[in-house]
């Protein structure tokens, strides 16, 4: 089968890379001719990005069987720095920060989370993660003199670099490349299917199956009938301007994402190995673009000099399979920067596709389950992002504008709701959230439900007497941390690694 994937970038080329790991086999056989059309003229912004603990598993596991892909590697090439979690400052309006943690607790599965009571309780929540403690003294769970690591994290990169090496893996394991701009789609009027595009070079390319990963622009899947679901209603911010910002001399660099709430929205601090990359993600109904700017500077202290002002519309595709076109990336959805949703989506919507819905020819691949089946699996994951933002806007701030039209007019989603009203009355279980793959749960939720207030300590202690927990929580809550603090002695600090990376980059 001839799969065409328009677009490169981090989505194009993680496309390309799951397609061509499925060509490594034993009996020499290539299921797949694997082309990537990629327009030259890709705006570069460099401006940071973060990931969660799914690229881990896809640089170790999933794609292992292609040559020139490892984890050290990337960490040497993307300027990649370790992301233990979201620092969330100033969001319930006075100025307290509290951790949002990457890797949940160790009994985050049960039918009550044992760890997290014990922590809240004692008012650090974070500390019911492994990460929580690392955090605290600045650590990193990479061994002394080494690139590898102990799990529970996620990366920051530039996303330019990132794209940069994928494509070079991709190259080297069969995937072919064009550079060129699509000028023309050519969409059959008796099936809908997507025939063939034309280059500006003049040239028609066809092919059975396409991947659309060109951004915002949603060149093929609009080709074929696409239709955006907005989630405007539920999600309040609609641009980004992004902006860098170099470190002082000898600065200590955190392993996080600061995500620092602002009277119109908030803004992120991504570091990479050369400098941050940062931004105000925030809603026009309620500051103009140059009152944002401003803003910015007044709040940081910094001359700031934007890339450039990122327009978008929240939601996703309401098929993001349809005909013979399936969408990922940006193409595919976007809903904000907050919880780095968007190259989670992709590898999770690569994971599902490639191993349970694509055939070996397009026969046994496009028929009606089969696309309906994927099609409500991604609407499901992300709605279920969507639940997960909105909750991070449900403060105790009602300082601007902004802020309190979320507080009295915003509406809330369903799960939102529910979530409160469980809140009111006991600590919520984690099979309160559906389990499935790529979905966030309540492993993700419970530190912001805390910090936020909408869980009250006074609840929380209550679930510990009523399960019989309250008994020894001091002594349990002590043992707990003690045995984190004494398993992050043989972890570097954030900076060491830094400057180990920079050694090995050198050699």
Not at 149 to 161: L, M, S
């Amino acid at each position: 089968m001839k799969i065409v994937i328009v677009g490169g970038g981090t989505a194009g080329w993680l496309s390309a890379m799951y397609l061509a790991n499925l060509n490594v086999r034993a009996d020499g056989f290539k299921p797949y001719q694997i082309t990537v059309i990629e327009s030259p003229n890709i705006p570069i912004i460099g401006a940071g990005e973060g990931s969660t603990g799914a690229l881990i598993g896809t640089l170790k596991e999933k794609l292992r069987k292609l040559e020139g892909l490892n984890s050290e590697e990337f960490l040497k090439k993307t300027d990649a720095t370790v992301k233990l979690g979201l620092n969330c400052k100033n969001w319930n309006g006075d100025g307290e920060n509290f951790l949002e943690p990457l890797q949940p607790s160790s009994t985050s599965w049960s039918v009550l989370d044992i760890d997290y009571l014990l922590a809240s309780a004692h008012g650090k929540s974070y500390q019911a993660s492994a990460t929580g403690t690392l955090w605290d003294e600045n650590k990193v769970p990479f061994y002394k003199d080494t690139l590898k690591d102990g799990g529970g994290i996620g990366y920051h990169f530039d996303a330019h670099k990132v794209g940069a090496y994928f494509k070079e893996v991709a190259l080297k394991n069969g995937v072919e490349f064009i550079q060129a701009e699509v000028t023309e789609t050519d969409v059959c009027p008796g099936t809908g299917n997507l025939l063939s595009v034309t280059l500006d070079n003049g040239n028609s390319i066809l092919a059975d199956m396409w991947f659309d990963c060109t951004g915002f622009n949603k060149l093929l899947i609009n080709a074929v009938g696409g239709k955006w679901k907005s989630y405007s209603e539920w999600l309040p911010c609609d641009r980004a301007m992004p902006y860098l910002h170099n470190y002082e001399e000898g600065e200590t660099i955190r392993p996080e994402t600061l995500a620092w709430a602002m009277p119109n929205g908030w803004m992120w601090q991504i570091p990479t190995q050369e400098r941050y990359g940062c931004g105000y993600v925030y809603s026009s109904k309620f500051v103009s673009d140059e009152q944002a700017l401003k803003e910015m500077e007044e709040i940081t202290g910094r001359k700031i000099d934007p890339i450039r002002v990122i327009k978008f519309n929240p939601g996703r595709q309401e098929e993001v399979w349809k005909k013979n076109v399936v969408c990922f990336g940006l193409a595919s959805n976007f809903l904000e920067p907050l919880e780095a949703t968007s190259i989670h989506s992709t590898i999770v919507q690569l994971e599902i596709f490639i191993s349970m819905h694509l055939g070996i020819d397009l026969d046994e691949t496009i028929f009606d389950v089969n696309v309906k089946k994927y099609n409500k699996f991604f609407g499901k994951m992300v709605d279920d992002f969507k639940d997960l933002i909105q909750i991070h806007y449900i403060t105790k701030r009602e300082d601007s504008e902004f802020w309190k039209w979320i507080k009295n007019e915003m509406p809330k989603t369903d799960k939102v709701k529910e979530i409160i009203e469980i809140c009111k009355y006991k600590c919520p279980s984690p099979r309160d959230w559906d389990i499935f793959s790529g979905a966030s749960g309540w492993g993700v939720w419970a530190c912001i439900l805390t910090e936020l207030g909408i869980l009250d300590k006074r609840i929380i202690c209550n679930t510990m007497w009523n399960n019989n927990l309250n008994v020894d929580s001091d002594i349990m809550y002590e043992k707990m941390i003690s045995h984190f603090y004494n398993e992050n002695k043989k972890f570097m600090t954030h900076n060491e690694l830094l400057d180990f990376i920079k050694k090995e980059k050198q050699k």
